[in-house]
């Protein structure tokens, strides 16, 4: 019983670390290349709504430069005014944490550079909507430069 389950481990393990090696075994094509996440409805206060677009670069297979910038479902850039109510800060968390997402979605595009995979990038806590729709941008944009 113990080998069995020595057994059945070991091949979970396996598993899981080749499931993480997806894009690493492609080639890709050198070149700049944009892709799109799909949209998030978000939670019920509103939160992760929206959709990310990333603009990559890559060189020798590896990203060199990356562009990450999210957007509301409207169409609307997430910036400076994001989580602000009529242009104001009419309630300061929820700025505050709105632009923590933002945040988080510039460190996000600063973390793969000179990699690949964008499950290499950690996700950061406060920006975990932001972390999907950055690897859903980035995953998109690797298939568009895939040789």
Do not use: H, W
């Not at 075994?25 to 992760?48: I, L, P």
């Amino acid at each position: 019983m113990k080998k069995i389950l020595a057994v059945i481990c070991a091949a979970l393990m396996i598993a899981a670390v080749c499931a993480g090696c997806g894009s690493a075994s492609r080639t890709y094509k050198d070149g700049t290349y944009t892709g799109k996440s799909g949209v998030y409805s978000g939670d019920e206060e509103g939160n992760g709504n929206g959709y990310g677009e990333v603009t990559i670069t890559i060189k020798n297979n590896e990203i060199t430069s990356c562009d990450f910038k999210t957007y509301e479902e409207n169409g609307t850039l997430k910036d400076d005014d994001y989580g602000k109510i009529d242009g104001e800060i009419k309630n300061r968390d929820y700025y505050n944490k709105a632009q923590k997402a933002i945040k988080g979605s510039e460190a996000y595009a600063n973390a793969i550079i000179g990699k690949i995979n964008p499950e290499e990038v950690d996700s950061i806590s406060g920006a975990t909507f932001s972390y999907d729709q950055f690897t859903d941008a980035v995953f998109d944009a690797l298939d568009k430069a895939a040789e």
